[in-house]
Every structure is written in structure tokens, then in C-alpha cells.
């Protein structure tokens, strides 16, 4: 129902802009009514939806168990989110600007940086953030959502763990074994304890 009114919203507004995946897919609509019909653009704007909060929620309770599992990781965490990047203090309300250009062409983090060598990913575990596992997938089939993922993924684990304290229910470690389901969701053993930063 919401997204139905969320299509009518679009139709009745009356603007001409191609900015949002709702007004495209109208677009398309217009060019191939038999194709794109309401039930068909709604659920690809569902798909689209439940694709990235699904994974990213199951994403970031792995990621919660295993700073849990590890409270040696999770204090370093927060220390970073709280005072270092890089190396440097950053002071409350900093705003910082990040050069990829100049990460990219380190000499002291690649070899030859000026040159383009794509096997250098698999070399020594270099770049294995951005390239070596590939979780979107790559090329046309890659996922539409990374953009999104990436940055909901950081921001929410970043504030999770900068703005609370966390505990397991118990001594117990919290079991790594995934459970069953296309992205492997687990039972929840821990809690969150609001601290100064929360406020």
C-alpha cells in the first residue's frame, strides 16, 4: 500500500525529473506499459529495499558478534572512532577530507603505483578490502546496492560502537556458527548500554 502511494505521489507531482530509481522506473513504464506495470516496479523497488537492509543488518551482527568475541578489537575500535585518524587527533567537528587519488599511488603501500597491474590484489593480501574477495560480485552483474552497503555498513558500526557499550549475556563466547537462510542470520547474545557519546 505505502509503495503504491509512493508511485501515485511520483505520477501526481507533476515534475519532469529523472533523479530517483521511482522516477526512472515510471519512465520506463511510459515506454513499455505491458512490461513495467505497477506490481512489477513495485516489486523491484522492494527487491532493492529488502536486498540492502537485509544483508547489511545480518552484516553488521556478524560484525557485532566478532568485536564481542574480540573486546580487545572493539576497544581499539572505539579508540580510533574517538581520537586518531591516521595517526593524527582530530578534534570534535573536524571536517576531513580524504585524497583516493594519493592513497591509490603510495609507493610505500604499491609497487610501481603508477602503473596499472589489477594482479597486484592478489599479491601479499594487497588490497584485499576493495578487490579480493569481491562480496558484490563484479562487472555487470555486480550488485547495485555497494554504494549503499558501504556506507550504511560503516556508519552504523562506527556509531554502534563509538556510542554504546557492549556486553556478552554471558562469559560464554558467542557461537560463529551461521544459521540457516540466504544470509546465514544468528541469534543475538549480546546487548547495548548507552554512553557519553549517545547523548
Same mark, same amino acid.
Given at each position: 500500500?505505502?509503495?503504491?502511494?509512493?508511485?501515485?505521489?511520483?505520477?501526481?507531482?507533476?515534475?519532469?525529473?529523472?533523479?530517483?530509481?521511482i522516477s526512472h522506473l515510471l519512465s520506463l513504464q511510459e515506454l513499455q506499459p505491458q512490461y513495467y506495470t505497477d506490481?512489477?516496479?513495485?516489486?523491484?523497488?522492494?527487491?532493492?529495499?529488502?536486498?540492502?537492509?537485509?544483508?547489511?543488518?545480518?552484516?553488521?551482527?556478524?560484525a557485532m558478534s566478532n568485536l564481542l568475541n574480540h573486546p580487545g578489537v572493539l576497544e581499539k575500535a572505539r579508540a580510533e572512532i574517538e581520537l586518531h585518524?591516521?595517526?593524527?587527533?582530530?578534534? $570534535?567537528?573536524?571536517?576531513? &577530507? *580524504?585524497?583516493?587519488?594519493?592513497?591509490?599511488?603510495? /609507493?610505500?603501500?604499491?609497487?610501481?603505483?603508477?602503473?596499472?597491474?589489477?594482479?597486484?590484489?592478489?599479491?601479499?593480501?594487497?588490497?584485499?578490502?576493495?578487490c579480493k574477495i569481491l562480496p558484490f560480485g563484479m562487472g555487470r552483474r555486480a550488485c547495485p546496492g555497494i554504494g549503499m552497503a558501504n556506507r550504511v555498513i560503516g556508519l552504523t558500526l562506527g556509531s554502534l560502537v563509538q556510542c554504546f557499550e557492549w556486553e556478552r549475556v554471558?562469559?560464554?563466547?558467542?557461537?560463529? $556458527?551461521?544459521?540457516?537462510? &540466504? *544470509?546465514?542470520?544468528?541469534?543475538?547474545?549480546?546487548? /547495548?548500554c548507552a554512553n557519553h557519546a549517545f547523548y
Open positions: 500500500m505505502a509503495l503504491q502511494a509512493l508511485l501515485d505521489k511520483q505520477r501526481n507531482d507533476g515534475s519532469d525529473t529523472r533523479n530517483s530509481t506490481e512489477i516496479v513495485k516489486g523491484l523497488i522492494l527487491a532493492l529495499i529488502l536486498a540492502g537492509t537485509n544483508t547489511s543488518a545480518a552484516t553488521l551482527e556478524w585518524v591516521g595517526g593524527y587527533d582530530v578534534p $570534535k567537528d573536524t571536517m576531513l &577530507l *580524504i585524497n583516493a587519488w594519493a592513497i591509490h599511488r603510495d /609507493p610505500e603501500v604499491w609497487d610501481d603505483p603508477e602503473s596499472f597491474k589489477p594482479e597486484r590484489i592478489l599479491e601479499n593480501g594487497a588490497g584485499i578490502d576493495s554471558s562469559v560464554e563466547e558467542i557461537d560463529m $556458527k551461521g544459521g540457516s537462510g &540466504l *544470509i546465514m542470520p544468528k541469534p543475538s547474545r549480546w546487548w /547495548p
